[in-house]
């Protein structure tokens, strides 16, 4: 389904929702200047759209116990189908990765990857290297989390 067009009142209500998905519709209605059914009418459009994919709590790692976060730099010599759907395959079958990404340039992919601690990181490791062969493995291990944004930048340039 192609997207719908964003317009800046659009942009506005998708601001609101990303800071607090919980706010009355009444109260985002008021912030972005418009009124109750227009706002949820473009919501509900833009759901339906699959712009708003989806509405979700953000749990602070800590408090569940995940301590450590690792990211692995993965770079492979097999570039074919096969490999990387048993690839794919890997890193959606280990509920610890929580992004991955395929780059451009000398790292073929990037893992994010929240456990406990570097012993449950280690288990980690060799299980995803029984599931699927990797030329060479580099984990960096984040010492502080200085910025992690869920929010994308909606909000309408000043000309909108």
């Given at each position: 389904?192609?997207?719908?067009?964003?317009?800046?009142?659009?942009?506005?209500?998708?601001?609101?929702?990303?800071?607090?998905?919980?706010?009355?519709?009444?109260?985002?209605?008021?912030?972005?200047?418009?009124?109750?059914?227009?706002?949820?009418?473009?919501?509900?459009?833009?759901r339906d759209a699959g712009?708003?994919?989806?509405?979700?709590?953000?749990?602070?790692?800590?408090?569940?116990?995940?301590?450590?976060?690792?990211?692995?730099?993965?770079?492979?010599?097999?570039?074919?189908?096969?490999?990387?759907?048993?690839?794919?395959?890997?890193?959606?079958?280990?509920?610890?990765?929580?992004?991955?990404?395929?780059?451009?340039?000398?790292?073929?992919?990037?893992?994010?990857?929240?456990?406990?601690?570097?012993?449950?990181?280690?288990?980690?490791?060799?299980?995803?290297?029984?599931?699927?062969?990797?030329?060479?493995?580099?984990?960096?291990?984040?010492?502080?989390?200085?910025?992690?944004?869920?929010?994308?930048?909606?909000?309408?340039?000043?000309?909108?």
């Amino acid at each position: 389904m192609p997207k719908p067009d964003i317009d800046a009142l659009d942009r506005r209500i998708l601001h609101e929702l990303q800071i607090d998905a919980t706010t009355p519709l009444e109260e985002i209605a008021r912030r972005v200047g418009s009124s109750k059914t227009p706002v949820w009418n473009r919501i509900r459009r833009m759901r339906d759209a699959g712009v708003i994919e989806r509405q979700v709590a953000i749990v602070s790692p800590e408090a569940v116990g995940l301590h450590a976060c690792f990211f692995v730099l993965v770079r492979t010599s097999l570039h074919s189908a096969d490999w990387l759907e048993r690839f794919v395959t890997a890193v959606n079958r280990h509920p610890e990765i929580q992004a991955a990404h395929r780059l451009a340039g000398d790292i073929d992919y990037i893992l994010q990857v929240r456990v406990p601690d570097a012993r449950a990181f280690d288990a980690f490791y060799r299980r995803l290297i029984e599931d699927v062969e990797i030329f060479n493995v580099t984990s960096l291990m984040s010492m502080e989390e200085i910025r992690n944004e869920t929010a994308l930048t909606v909000l309408p340039s000043p000309s909108e």
